[in-house]
T-cell receptor, first 110, second 115 residues
Framework: KQEVTQIPAALSVPEGENLVLNCSFTDSAIYNLQWFRQDPGKGLTSLLLIQSSQREQTSGRLNASLDKSSGRSTLYIAASQPGDSATYLC?????????FGAGTTVTVRA | NAGVTQTPKFRILKIGQSMTLQCTQDMNHNYMYWYRQDPGMGLKLIYY???????DKGEVPNGYNVSRSTTEDFPLRLELAAPSQTSVYFC??????????????FGSGTQLSVL
């Protein structure tokens, strides 16, 4: 059974600092990994999807890396802004279904 | 483009009552999912469907039922509601894994309380 862990559970940084969010998973036989953003009281929005054959994906200030062999992914957010405050979840797809981590709640202080 | 639409947004049920959570998507996605999210926890898969007429259990299916008569709709039925079913429920849809555009799209959720 796939287990997905995100550490830390919460993170507070001053505006402008780079964010590093970690995700680990127990079974490396995955199809892909997705990073999502969730705002309070809202649904999840997909930020980046990394195929199992890829090492990283980039979108604007966001960069996600994947090391499948070690069961790790990292989401980098450059030059954080208060609007980046949200909960970030990673999810791995290993059997046509996604297994989610509990998320990292990020607060960016102005 | 509406995406994934869930109704209702909020609901309070008494123990033993039943209800149906509605989910519809307009992106012609084959795959549809129901998840529940408890405070401080990741999302848990309840049921999923890979196409009209095909459904399968996820990680936490007990106390729930689903049907998929059309590509667009995937309702979730709660029978004999229990306090343990108090949660936020999310519907999601996607193209099949490995296909172009396989990102998961989520509805805005239904907050359900069973008292």
């Amino acid at each position: 059974k796939q287990e997905v862990t995100q550490i830390p559970a919460a993170l507070s940084v001053p505006e402008g600092e780079n964010l590093v969010l970690n995700c680990s998973f127990t079974d490396s036989a995955i199809y892909n990994l997705q990073w999502f953003r969730q705002d309070p009281g809202k649904g999840l929005t997909s930020l980046l999807l990394i195929q199992s054959s890829q090492r990283e994906q980039t979108s604007g200030r966001l960069n996600a890396s994947l090391d499948k062999s070690s069961g790790r992914s990292t989401l980098y957010i450059a030059a954080s802004q208060p609007g980046d405050s949200a909960t970030y979840l990673c999810a791995v797809n290993d059997d046509y279904k996604l297994s989610f981590g509990a998320g990292t709640t990020v607060t960016v202080r102005a | 483009n509406a995406g994934v639409t869930q109704t209702p947004k909020f609901r309070i049920l008494k123990i033993g009552q039943s209800m149906t959570l509605q989910c519809t998507q307009d992106m012609n996605h084959n795959y549809m999912y129901w998840y529940r999210q408890d405070p401080g926890m990741g999302l848990k898969l309840i049921y999923y469907s890979v196409g009209a007429g095909i459904t399968d259990k996820g990680e936490v299916p007990n106390g729930y039922n689903v049907s998929r008569s059309t590509t667009e709709d995937f309702p979730l039925r709660l029978e004999l509601a229990a306090p343990s079913q108090t949660s936020v429920y999310f519907c999601a849809s996607s193209y099949p894994p490995g296909s172009e555009g396989e990102k998961l799209f989520f509805g805005s959720g239904t907050q359900l309380s069973v008292l």
